[in-house]
């Protein structure tokens, strides 16, 4: 179950939909026959929010994420949130809610710097570039200029490409 959903955030990150969502179906599957409801209850509807994303059904992700960030937080877990919360900001700002995702890359960047669980926080970065873009030119360029120096930094070369790519437009 675990190998299925950890090896399915390669296909989110490449966008390979039928992958995700063939290992989802199957990880929800052996979760449900052993009972293990923290796939159940908290990963299995946030992967299932991934999946939205990767459709772009923005309402259906936030509706699927948001009770099992929610219940997770409720259980004192902070492991992932920050991955969990910049992807769920990725729906609000799909459903032009640019605010929301703001607040959540906001918090996301900064549970990050306080966990020291940095591996997505030059995607953070370059996300919230993109949800300021056009409201903040100014903030949306500091933002993408330290994802590209995170990302640098941290070896994150498909990070920093996208970076480059979204400085160009």
């Not at 955030?9 to 026959?33: V, W």
């Not at 900064?110 to 903030?139: C, F, I, K, N, Q």
Request: net charge negative.
């Amino acid at each position: 179950c675990w190998q299925l959903l950890v090896g399915s955030l390669a296909y989110y990150f490449t966008g390979d939909r039928d992958s995700l969502a063939r290992n989802l179906a199957e990880a929800k599957e052996l979760a449900e026959a052993q009972n293990v409801d923290f796939v159940n209850y908290v990963v299995g509807p946030v992967w299932t929010g991934l999946l939205h994303i990767l459709d772009k059904k923005w309402d259906a992700a936030i509706a699927a994420m948001t009770p099992g960030i929610e219940v997770w937080k409720a259980t004192g877990g902070g492991v992932i949130l920050p991955f969990w919360e910049g992807s769920l900001a990725v729906a609000h700002a799909g459903a032009g809610r640019r605010e929301v995702a703001r607040d959540l890359l906001d918090g996301a960047s900064a549970r990050a710097e306080e966990t020291g669980e940095t591996w997505y926080l030059p995607e953070l970065h370059r996300l919230l570039g993109g949800v300021l873009a056009g409201a903040d030119e100014s903030g949306a360029r500091q933002s993408l200029a330290r994802a590209r120096a995170l990302a640098e930094q941290s070896g994150a070369l498909e990070v920093a490409r996208r970076v480059d790519a979204d400085l160009s437009q």
